[in-house]
């Protein structure tokens, strides 16, 4: 099988290669650069563009572009290496020059600096253009948002502009999504805010301080550096910022109090200079984070975060630039402190073949979770080469208090009862260092990088756990346990590669990389109920001597071992650009040894080796019509640790057996997407997703019906797959555009594969569960003016279940959701921003289930003194119909939970927000 991998492997390459000998004598190398204002610094329109040789010959010329976004732009063409000059001429400036060199016909794309003119007078009238509050400009896979267009209640942060964007979605970790495509970095002028924590700024940064929000693929730093695409762009969000914010200082403060004892405190403040930024936020609240009222829509009762929140954070960043915008030394730093309050009762059920399980329980948890995280980067980017440096060190404290009750039963009885104490502490610290380099030769480059990562945790649990089985088969079951652990793991990893420009739009990028991962473990258990002469109720306590606890060390539940990892990657990397697109072929070759020293009553010893082939495949072309094609292939090997052959039974209803026999996983991947340039106010865009799975990692369940005990086993089983599918349409139904409908369907289909039965059952092991979803999102919105704007949106979520496995009951059912969003200025300056939606669930076999919530949220603002006072008073679930109870319903079971949350309140606070600018000369 390797011997195969590797022939796969080496004839790729040599078809790959082959390309060196396509030669040609001459070719068109495209010149691209941008003519700006040498006071605004922004792009200017009604520019002509010369290119001449060292001796003023003319080659080429042309207009640049005149459009918002793309002022200045110009696109030029050369055919022999040589030096150039470039000259912009405008009408009531002076002529600007920059000049070139191209030294190598394999140079694809070349970027002279940019060229700023100055003006001839300062005498001319300033024409000032008042530009129509359009909300989107789309051109190509482009889009750019107009902030002013949206109107938003008064002390609106980041994160509620991004919700009112059409085709924009936000889940509560801060992920933004559009069009369906996952953002994988939010930029603030360009720059990373915090980077690693963009939620600081989605609820940190005023929304009235944004201009314009763009969403692109921003060019990685390969492709800067070859002033060519090399396919390591990324998708990101750039939130750019009005010029009166953008230099000087910002401040925004924030207090508020409200009924049922809740509070909110928080403070940002931002300095701007041409050459730095320092930015200081504080928050503090017990509104379970960023729960608030939500006025756009998206609140739905079963997404409440459940529990008490008390959150506690400060953060504090500085950037420095070193003469361009990519080019920087920064550090940023951030403290948090939570205190959790959970409390929750739940009933689930477990489908089995045979007969279902049923598990009812009450805990009550409280949970303190001190984090500090620092970051800093020194990044440097040259037209010769290129240096990225990350040192990154963190600090988690977590402690934790806890008790619960449970009971297990099957369809005829209760089979037990289990009652658990439980306190845990643990710290867990990290450091990572990160540097990547890169030197431009002529037409190719060269690039290395070092990574390395060092992390180590201590845990330590103290735990009762009382379990009394009803029908007296087994005898009653106490046990109070002491758990130590400790977890150390370094990684190591560094490569080359050299990237050779076969021709201007074809490059090959032979590579080398070396991963090393040392992992190093201990989890000792010792049964405190066997020490003589104490109180074995009493947990948190331990004996006085080390030859007391060593004496009641469970040997049998716990194990040390030691893990090696060692893997090695050949790779050949392709990268073709054509006049509307690029494509890239990646065909890498991994050899991965993992080597495991295990101790758990004696000694286990795990080693596994493979050749993995991973080829994958990106092609991106067309214009309007923007098409992406993504092809994956990934591998693994299984989780050593589970491949030891033991029983593990520490939780006497939770049985762990390892499996020896596990195989290579296999991953296959397979997107298409399309969207389409519809003009300022329409959008179009499609997705479509398969993944299939060959050897998943499934947890064979077998459930002891006179005992309520559950055997589980890790297995590899093929047949699990999944298809998703998004279609995204935004449409301006008027002409003016102020009517707009948005419109997000999502399609999922998946088909599981698990295995569960009941002991001694003769029926099969193998069972398969179908799960469709469909959700649909519709918002219809109207604003005629600047002091109205009203939006009906809704919601649908269809579900269906479906097993061919005994005793199933499918389940086909959903919920949907219809409301209005409002916001209207009001006499005396008030503005109302109010949402009232009704949340409605239907087609569940348990009636509990089929509910119908409606929920009322409301704010009123007024702003004083020219805006620097806000005041504002919110309503959070004024009709008290919010549920805290959930319900969730999954391929392997139902579960339906309470969980204490915040009840309504009213809530008045208090604004003030600044700016200093410097002084114009």
Same mark, same amino acid.
């Given at each position: 099988?390797?011997?195969?991998?590797?022939?796969?492997?080496?004839?790729?390459?040599?078809?790959?290669?082959?390309?060196?000998?396509?030669?040609?004598?001459?070719?068109?190398?495209?010149?691209?650069?941008?003519?700006?204002?040498?006071?605004?610094?922004?792009?200017?329109?009604?520019?002509?563009?010369?290119?001449?040789?060292?001796?003023?010959?003319?080659?080429?010329?042309?207009?640049?572009?005149?459009?918002?976004?793309?002022?200045?732009?110009?696109?030029?063409?050369?055919?022999?290496?040589?030096?150039?000059?470039?000259?912009?001429?405008?009408?009531?400036?002076?002529?600007?020059?920059?000049?070139?060199?191209?030294?190598?016909?394999?140079?694809?794309?070349?970027?002279?600096?940019?060229?700023?003119?100055?003006?001839?007078?300062?005498?001319?009238? *300033?024409?000032?253009?008042?530009?129509?509050?359009?909300?989107?400009?789309?051109?190509?896979?482009? !889009?750019?948002?107009?902030?002013?267009?949206?109107?938003?209640?008064?002390?609106?942060?980041?994160?509620?502009?991004?919700?009112?964007?059409?085709?924009?979605?936000?889940?509560?970790?801060?992920?933004?999504?559009?069009?369906?495509?996952?953002?994988?970095?939010?930029?603030?002028?360009?720059?990373?805010?915090?980077?690693?924590?963009?939620? !600081?700024?989605?609820?940190?940064?005023?929304?009235?301080?944004?201009?314009? !929000?763009?969403? +692109?693929?921003?060019?990685?730093?390969?492709? &800067?550096?070859?002033?060519?695409?090399?396919?390591? #762009?990324?998708?990101?969000?750039?939130?750019?910022?009005?010029?009166?914010?953008?230099?000087?200082?910002? $401040?925004?403060?924030?207090?508020?109090?409200?009924?049922?004892? &809740?509070?909110?405190?928080?403070?940002?403040?931002?300095?701007?200079?041409?050459?730095?930024?320092?930015?200081?936020?504080?928050?503090?609240?017990?509104?379970?984070?960023?729960?608030?009222?939500?006025?756009?829509?998206?609140?739905?009762?079963?997404?409440?975060?459940?529990?008490?929140?008390?959150?506690?954070?400060?953060?504090?960043?500085?950037?420095?630039?070193?003469?361009?915008? $990519?080019?920087?030394?920064?550090?940023?730093?951030?403290?948090?402190?939570?205190?959790?309050?959970?409390?929750?009762?739940?009933?689930?059920?477990?489908?089995?073949?045979?007969?279902?399980?049923?598990?009812?329980?009450?805990?009550?948890?409280?949970?303190?979770?001190?984090? =500090?995280?620092?970051?800093?980067?020194?990044?440097?980017?040259?037209?010769?080469?290129?240096?990225?440096?990350?040192?990154?060190?963190?600090?988690?404290?977590?402690?934790?208090?806890?008790?619960?009750?449970?009971?297990?039963?099957?369809?005829?009885?209760?089979? /037990?009862?289990?009652?658990?104490?439980?306190?845990?502490?643990?710290?867990?610290?990290?450091?990572?260092?990160?540097?990547?380099?890169?030197?431009?030769?002529?037409?190719?480059?060269?690039?290395?990088?070092?990574?390395?990562?060092?992390?180590?945790?201590?845990?330590?649990?103290?735990?009762?756990?009382?379990?009394?089985?009803?029908?007296?088969?087994?005898?009653? #079951?106490?046990?109070?346990?002491?758990?130590?652990?400790?977890?150390?793991?370094?990684?190591? /990893?560094?490569?080359?590669?050299?990237?050779?420009?076969?021709?201007?739009?074809?490059?090959?990028?032979?590579?080398?990389?070396?991963?090393?991962?040392?992992?190093?473990?201990?989890?000792?258990?010792?049964?405190?109920?066997?020490?003589?002469?104490?109180?074995?109720?009493?947990?948190?306590?331990?004996?006085?001597?080390?030859?007391?606890?060593?004496?009641?060390?469970?040997?049998? /539940?716990?194990? &040390?071992?030691?893990?090696?990892?060692?893997?090695?990657?050949?790779?050949?990397?392709?990268?073709?650009?054509?006049?509307?697109?690029?494509?890239?072929?990646?065909?890498?070759?991994?050899?991965?040894?993992?080597?495991?020293?295990?101790?758990?009553?004696?000694?286990?010893?795990?080693? &596994?080796?493979?050749?993995?082939?991973?080829?994958?495949?990106?092609?991106?072309?067309?214009?309007? =019509?923007?098409?992406?094609?993504?092809?994956?292939?990934?591998?693994?090997?299984?989780?050593?640790?589970?491949?030891?052959?033991?029983?593990?039974?520490?939780?006497?209803?939770?049985? !762990?057996?390892?499996?020896?026999?596990?195989?290579?996983?296999?991953?296959?991947?397979?997107? +298409?997407?399309?969207?389409? *340039?519809?003009?300022?106010?329409?959008?179009?865009?499609?997705?479509?997703?398969?993944?299939?799975?060959?050897?998943?990692?499934?947890?064979?369940?077998?459930?002891?019906?006179?005992?309520?005990?559950?055997?589980?086993?890790?297995?590899?089983?093929?047949?699990?797959?999944?298809?998703?599918?998004?279609?995204?349409?935004?449409?301006?139904?008027?002409?003016?555009?102020?009517?707009?409908?948005?419109?997000?369907?999502?399609?999922?289909?998946?088909?599981?594969?698990?295995?569960?039965?009941? *002991?001694?059952?003769?029926?099969?092991?193998?069972?398969?569960?179908?799960?469709?979803?469909?959700?649909?999102?519709?918002?219809?919105?109207?604003?005629?003016?600047?002091?109205? $704007?009203?939006?009906?949106?809704?919601?649908?979520?269809?579900?269906?279940?479906?097993?061919?496995?005994?005793?199933?009951?499918?389940?086909?059912?959903? #919920?949907?959701?219809?409301?209005?969003?409002?916001?209207?200025?009001?006499?005396?300056?008030?503005?109302?921003?109010?949402?009232?939606?009704?949340?409605?669930?239907?087609?569940?076999?348990?009636?509990?289930?089929?509910?119908?919530? =409606?929920?009322?949220?409301?704010?009123?603002?007024?702003?004083?003194?020219?805006?620097?006072?806000?005041?504002?008073?919110?309503?959070?679930?004024?009709?008290?119909?919010?549920?805290?109870?959930?319900?969730?319903?999954?391929?392997?079971?139902?579960?339906?939970?309470?969980?204490?949350?915040?009840?309504? +309140?009213?809530?008045?606070?208090?604004? =003030?927000?600044?700016?200093?600018?410097?002084?114009?000369?």
């Amino acid at each position: 099988m390797n011997k195969n991998i590797i022939k796969r492997f080496i004839l790729f390459s040599i078809l790959i290669l082959s390309f060196s000998k396509i030669q040609a004598k001459t070719y068109n190398h495209v010149v691209q650069g941008r003519v700006v204002d040498n006071m605004t610094g922004l792009g200017m329109p009604s520019i002509f563009v010369k290119l001449m040789t060292e001796d003023s010959m003319i080659i080429d010329s042309g207009w640049a572009r005149s459009g918002e976004m793309d002022a200045g732009l110009y696109q030029l063409m050369v055919h022999k290496v040589g030096r150039y000059i470039i000259k912009a001429e405008c009408k009531g400036y002076n002529a600007g020059y920059t000049e070139f060199n191209l030294r190598s016909n394999r140079q694809s794309t070349l970027f002279p600096s940019k060229i700023y003119l100055t003006k001839i007078s300062n005498d001319l009238p *300033e024409v000032v253009a008042k530009a129509t509050k359009v909300k989107m400009i789309m051109q190509g896979d482009t !889009i750019i948002y107009n902030a002013d267009a949206f109107n938003l209640a008064e002390g609106s942060m980041l994160d509620e502009l991004i919700t009112h964007l059409p085709g924009a979605k936000l889940n509560k970790n801060g992920q933004i999504f559009v069009n369906g495509k996952y953002i994988q970095s939010l930029l603030v002028n360009g720059k990373d805010f915090f980077s690693g924590n963009p939620k !600081i700024a989605l609820e940190n940064l005023p929304a009235y301080t944004v201009s314009r !929000i763009k969403v +692109y693929h921003k060019e990685g730093a390969m492709s &800067r550096l070859r002033s060519k695409n090399m396919g390591d #762009d990324s998708y990101v969000m750039n939130v750019s910022l009005k010029k009166e914010y953008s230099k000087g200082y910002i $401040e925004n403060l924030e207090t508020g109090l409200g009924t049922k004892n &809740r509070y909110r405190a928080k403070a940002l403040g931002i300095l701007f200079t041409d050459v730095d930024r320092t930015l200081f936020y504080a928050n503090m609240n017990n509104l379970n984070d960023n729960q608030h009222a939500e006025l756009n829509g998206e609140w739905k009762p079963q997404d409440v975060p459940y529990g008490l929140l008390t959150t506690k954070e400060a953060g504090l960043s500085y950037i420095h630039f070193l003469g361009n915008e $990519e080019s920087w030394v920064a550090s940023e730093n951030t403290f948090m402190h939570t205190d959790g309050d959970n409390q929750s009762t739940s009933n689930s059920q477990t489908f089995l073949p045979g007969g279902d399980s049923f598990v009812h329980r009450q805990s009550d948890n409280i949970v303190k979770t001190t984090t =500090w995280n620092s970051k800093n980067s020194f990044y440097l980017q040259k037209k010769k080469y290129n240096i990225a440096n990350d040192l990154m060190l963190k600090y988690i404290h977590n402690h934790g208090l806890g008790q619960s009750t449970a009971s297990t039963s099957d369809s005829m009885s209760v089979l /037990n009862h289990v009652m658990e104490g439980t306190t845990l502490n643990s710290h867990d610290f990290s450091l990572s260092f990160k540097n990547e380099n890169a030197i431009d030769i002529i037409a190719d480059m060269l690039c290395w990088n070092i990574h390395f990562n060092y992390n180590r945790n201590t845990y330590d649990e103290f735990n009762v756990n009382d379990v009394q089985y009803t029908n007296n088969t087994y005898p009653r #079951d106490f046990r109070n346990n002491y758990i130590n652990k400790l977890n150390q793991q370094f990684e190591f /990893n560094t490569g080359a590669s050299y990237d050779y420009a076969v021709t201007p739009s074809l490059d090959v990028n032979p590579g080398y990389s070396y991963f090393y991962n040392n992992n190093k473990a201990d989890n000792l258990l010792y049964r405190l109920d066997k020490l003589d002469g104490i109180d074995s109720t009493r947990y948190s306590i331990l004996p006085s001597t080390a030859e007391a606890l060593a004496s009641v060390f469970d040997k049998l /539940n716990s194990y &040390r071992y030691h893990e090696y990892q060692n893997e090695h990657k050949f790779m050949i990397r392709t990268v073709y650009n054509f006049k509307k697109g690029y494509i890239v072929v990646n065909l890498p070759l991994r050899l991965v040894h993992k080597n495991m020293y295990y101790e758990r009553n004696g000694r286990h010893d795990v080693s &596994r080796e493979h050749f993995f082939f991973e080829p994958n495949l990106n092609l991106r072309y067309g214009k309007k =019509w923007l098409k992406e094609i993504a092809i994956k292939m990934t591998s693994m090997i299984p989780d050593l640790t589970t491949m030891v052959d033991y029983r593990d039974n520490s939780n006497p209803l939770y049985i !762990i057996l390892g499996n020896p026999y596990q195989n290579m996983q296999h991953d296959y991947d397979l997107n +298409y997407s399309v969207s389409h *340039e519809g003009g300022s106010h329409d959008i179009i865009s499609y997705h479509i997703g398969f993944h299939l799975t060959d050897n998943d990692l499934a947890y064979s369940t077998i459930f002891n019906a006179q005992t309520g005990i559950s055997t589980v086993q890790p297995v590899s089983v093929d047949g699990n797959w999944k298809v998703n599918v998004d279609m995204n349409q935004m449409h301006a139904i008027n002409q003016s555009g102020n009517l707009t409908i948005d419109n997000q369907t999502t399609l999922n289909i998946e088909h599981n594969v698990d295995m569960a039965t009941v *002991e001694n059952s003769t029926e099969s092991q193998r069972s398969t569960v179908t799960n469709v979803h469909v959700n649909d999102i519709v918002k219809l919105n109207y604003r005629p003016n600047d002091q109205f $704007e009203c939006s009906l949106h809704a919601e649908g979520n269809y579900y269906l279940i479906h097993s061919c496995r005994a005793n199933f009951s499918n389940i086909n059912a959903g #919920d949907y959701h219809i409301g209005i969003n409002t916001q209207l200025l009001l006499p005396w300056k008030l503005q109302l921003t109010t949402d009232f939606t009704m949340f409605a669930r239907r087609g569940y076999q348990q009636r509990e289930m089929n509910t119908t919530d =409606w929920i009322w949220n409301a704010q009123f603002t007024r702003s004083l003194f020219r805006g620097k006072i806000l005041v504002k008073l919110q309503g959070f679930d004024i009709l008290h119909q919010l549920s805290s109870t959930q319900y969730a319903v999954n391929a392997q079971g139902r579960t339906e939970s309470w969980y204490n949350s915040i009840p309504r +309140y009213l809530m008045l606070s208090l604004a =003030w927000r600044f700016n200093i600018n410097p002084k114009k000369k």
